[in-house]
């Protein structure tokens, strides 16, 4: 349950990044939504929950920023983030769900 | 990317909450439910028989594999690897310098627990300080060379039976406990955990290969997997099952992947060496 | 250095079994390296063994011959200590061969 | 040990054994080899034009010239399921008389023909190999015997890679 709650926030937030897209300059855009990426793909790494999946997000959010695409690197920036921030959502959780799958 | 999180907000779902208080844990115990586990589920399967992995619970796998093992393609490896084992360092020194029984037929104490470091001590790490010890570079622990090197020593060893060491030391007792952990821990954006795989799946088929299970996984490594189309080290295979589940792998050899192998070994204590094995 | 062929061959009676394995990646030409780039078709072409100055088998490879290649066949006349030749050739004109007892 | 440098594929056919002898004087190596300088596969003997084709028809009859009936006396062992596509155990017997050739195509894969065997007098009308297989295929074993071809079929499935092993 809780992971679904913040996913939902999270795609609120996801939602939300997407409507000021269409205000700011788009490389600004893109580069504040990479720095959060980033920053929630660290924590991923540091707690050893990262997904490769984050990861291949993440570099194809700078190879499309690279191209000049903008919108679709801010969105995939987003996903990145979502990923990362729900694999330390995975890992919190496991610390203590771990021990159902003990044999005893 | 709404699919790909609702799919991993369901299977969190669907876990539930229990968490079981563990600090009086004893080893020797979970072994033995660990084992029955497995013969209570497979009982056809003779105990001895899950080294061989997938091969005990299929029969159209069985009968490829002994096709293959007529002549298996890893005799390459391990003729390489008895080539290696023999052949001087610099310093005039072998490998078998640094072993008891000059290194032949002592794959079933692997991994030990070393009270000097304070850490599990895995058959790759000890053939690397070895080479270390003797001013040799150390190898890659998911290279070939590493692969045939364990392939031969384990095939000096294979029927003996695995005699993994707990001490009565905190250290040790910490080190099992983070393999276990690891063991059952869900990761990767599959959400699964080793035991997922190697446990609760334990011979079923995902597509239509077998999946191996955890009771005596560790005595057939180093394996020749098919789909590698060469012989490959623990390392590989922890790192690559790691991947499968889209988890980014820990380094080689991680004191993670050490504890993780302690606790798999213990909990196979008894059964034969049968690497290096065959798998697809 | 050892040979790239491993061979066995046991007589029982008229007939002799062999066995053989051979060191070779058998590249298919379709398969891609971690470049992204495809490795070229790499493959025997040819393995033959020889008894007593004649051919007794001859294989013919294309590249779905699977990685380090693996044979069986059965020919007759052969006795304990006679010498089986063994030889391939692949398409990039590499070769290797070697000399064998029937056991 | 690989005995020779890469020769030019256009001209192999007529250098290789030139290359091979160069190879053995020039490094000076292999005792078992220098026992017998003259006994090497003749490459020259492969159907290159057999291999190349995409239909059983075509490479059967580019390999022998005729088409293939099915017979009962054929025997092609194969897996149902192969653990995995890349080495599939694959042996084929066949209790006609006067054998002089097996081949085994895999129908599926981008060049039908996977391997074609000579049998000479004397050697039994068996071969087991392991083959290549790119995906779920039917798998044909042709027998040459006294001047016809007789064939037999199976379908394999093929294994994709996942967390199995």
């Known amino acids: 349950m809780r992971v679904r709650t913040l996913i939902n926030s999270l795609a609120a937030v996801a939602v939300a990044g997407l409507a000021t897209a269409a205000v700011a300059g788009p490389a600004d855009d893109f580069n504040a939504a990479y720095a959060e990426a980033e920053a929630a793909s660290k924590q991923a790494v540091a707690m050893k929950t990262q997904w490769t999946t984050t990861v291949a997000e993440l570099a194809a959010a700078k190879k499309a920023a690279d191209a000049g695409k903008y919108d679709e690197a801010i969105a995939l920036a987003q996903k990145a983030e979502a990923l990362a921030n729900a694999s330390i959502a995975q890992a919190k959780e496991q610390q203590a769900d771990w021990r159902q799958g003990v044999i005893r | 990317m709404l699919r790909e999180i609702l799919v991993l907000g369901a299977i969190a779902v669907g876990a539930a909450q229990t968490a079981l208080a563990a600090d009086t844990v004893d080893p020797a115990v979970e072994a033995k439910a660990f084992r029955a586990y497995f013969t209570d589920r497979f009982p056809k399967v003779t105990l001895d028989d899950f080294v061989n992995g997938p091969y005990s619970m299929d029969e159209g796998l069985r009968k490829q594999w002994k096709e293959i093992e007529e002549f298996p393609p890893y005799e390459f490896a391990v003729d390489k690897g008895k080539e290696m084992f023999a052949t001087p360092f610099a310093n005039g020194k072998t490998y078998g310098d640094c072993f008891s029984e000059r290194g ?18 895995t058959l790759d790490v000890a053939l690397n300080q070895c080479r270390e010890a003797n001013g040799e570079k150390p190898l890659s622990f998911t290279g070939d060379d590493m692969a045939a090197l364990t392939a031969y020593m384990a095939y000096t060893s294979r029927g003996k039976r695995f005699d993994i060491k707990l001490p009565d030391d905190p250290r040790a007792r910490a080190a099992y406990q983070k393999g276990e952990e690891y063991f059952y821990t869900r990761r990767g954006q599959l959400n699964f955990s080793c035991a997922s795989c190697h446990v609760q799946s334990a011979g079923n088929h995902i597509r239509t290969e077998v999946l191996a299970p955890a009771l005596g996984i560790m005595a057939a490594m180093p394996i020749y997997r098919s789909e590698w189309g060469s012989m490959g080290t623990v390392s590989r295979r922890l790192t690559t099952c790691n991947s499968q589940v889209r988890a980014v792998p820990l380094a080689p050899e991680d004191e993670l992947y050490r504890d993780v192998e302690y606790f798999l070994s213990y909990m196979g204590n008894g059964l034969p060496v049968s690497g290096p094995g065959a798998r697809p | ?92 004109g590499q070769s290797d061969s070697l000399v064998a007892k029937v056991q | 040990m690989i005995l020779s440098p890469d020769a030019p594929a256009c001209a192999r056919r007529t250098v290789l054994k030139g290359v091979l002898a160069g190879g053995l004087a020039g490094l000076g190596l292999v005792e078992a080899s220098m026992l017998l300088p003259a006994y ?43 653990e995995n596509g890349a080495v599939v155990p694959i042996t084929v017997t066949s209790g006609l008389p006067k054998v ?65 092993g």
């Open chain 4, 40 to 82: 090497a596969a003749d490459a020259a003997q492969w159907p290159q034009d057999a291999f190349k084709q995409k239909s059983e028809a075509d490479a059967l009859k580019a390999l022998y010239g005729k088409t293939a009936e099915v017979s009962d006396k054929v025997n092609l062992d194969a897996p149902e399921i192969a």
């Open chain 2, 104 to 121: 032949v037929g002592i794959r079933q104490n692997y991994p030990y627990f070393d009270p000097k470091s304070g850490q599990v001590i």
């Open chain 3, 1 to 92: 250095m050892a040979s790239t062929i491993r061979v066995r061959a046991i007589a029982n009676g008229d007939t002799t079994e062999v066995q053989s394995l051979i060191q070779h990646p058998m590249d298919s030409g379709f398969i891609k390296d971690s470049k992204g780039e495809l490795i070229p078709a790499h493959h025997i072409e040819v393995v033959q063994f020889e008894h007593g100055g004649k051919t007794v088998f001859t294989a013919l490879w294309g590249p779905a011959v699977a990685k380090d290649p693996y044979l069986k066949f059965s020919f007759k006349g052969a006795s304990k200590g006679d010498e089986l030749k063994v030889s391939w050739v692949d398409n990039k």
């Open chain 4, 100 to 164: 002089t050739g097996i081949a085994v195509l895999v129908l599926e894969n981008p060049f039908t023909l996977a391997a074609a065997y000579k049998i000479p007098e004397g050697t039994q009308a068996t071969v087991a190999n392991r083959l290549k297989m790119a995906k779920t295929t039917k798998v044909v074993a042709v027998v040459e015997s006294d001047g016809k071809l007789y064939s037999a079929s199976k379908e394999v499935k093929v294994t994709v890679g996942g967390c199995g």
